[in-house]
């Protein structure tokens, strides 16, 4: 694996050695280069948690992917440029039922920097475009939201806001234990195949703008969200290539992906 050409593929260009300002451009690089979807799953390619398959994926053939993919490629580039980091597992929240998913049901990163320690995640649609400082009970301001971060004893939550000093939208739930690639191997199963699972249920391709917004492709229809807000744009079935083309870099469609 390259990493030249993984930089190159996230539009970086800058200093790599590990700083904290060279980590939140490569995290927006990501997120706004990358997109988080689900067609694999939809056009019946079968996902393996395999580091060497994500980048053939993701850099080679300018391909998207879920959070095992996203996070587990990202989490190599920042280990192998020299930055202290981690995976750990989360349980998303579903915002309907306000239930958590099961264990493992999400990878994210933790990087430890100058003493310091921060989030990150690439692989999370409608998530914050920098990294977040792992404090507890501080409102964290970006463009596209607040993002707040809690903790009861060892589980933390990510909570989106939409006002200074009110209680928000909880994203996600975390620990800070250190998981392997292959401890997710399961639940990356169950989201291919899984009724229940988000994946399974919903085709869609959503990519994160340098202004905040979110871009997203779902069931004949293109969303715009900024925070809580959303507008959406009817599709034409004879629209949706050029549309994953030309909005999110995807170059792989089927017809299933409807």
Known sequence: MDVSQYLLRIGYQGPAQPSLETLRRLHRCHLSSVPFDSLSIHCREPITLALPLFYDKIVRRHRGGFCYELNGLFLWLLQTLGFGAKA??????NRFTGSYGPPL???????QLDGRSFLCDVGFGGGFLEPLELKPDTEQI???GIFWLGNKGEI???EHREVPGKEGRPLYQFTL??????DFADMCL???TSP??????????SLQKEDGRRLT?????????????????ALQSSEIPAILREKFGELRWCAATR
Do not use: N, P
């Open 88 to 93: 750990v597992a989360g349980r998303v929240r």
């Open 105 to 111: 049901d999400h990878m994210v990163i933790l990087v």
């Open 142 to 144: 970006q463009k596209g």
């Open 156 to 158: 933390w939550v990510l």
């Open 177 to 182: 234990e250190e998981k392997k690639l292959d």
């Open 190 to 192: 169950y989201h291919q």
């Open 196 to 205: 229940s699972s988000i994946f399974t249920r919903k085709s869609f391709c």
């Open 217 to 233: 492709y779902m069931g004949w229809r293109l969303i715009s969200t900024v925070g809580e807000k959303r507008t959406e744009t």
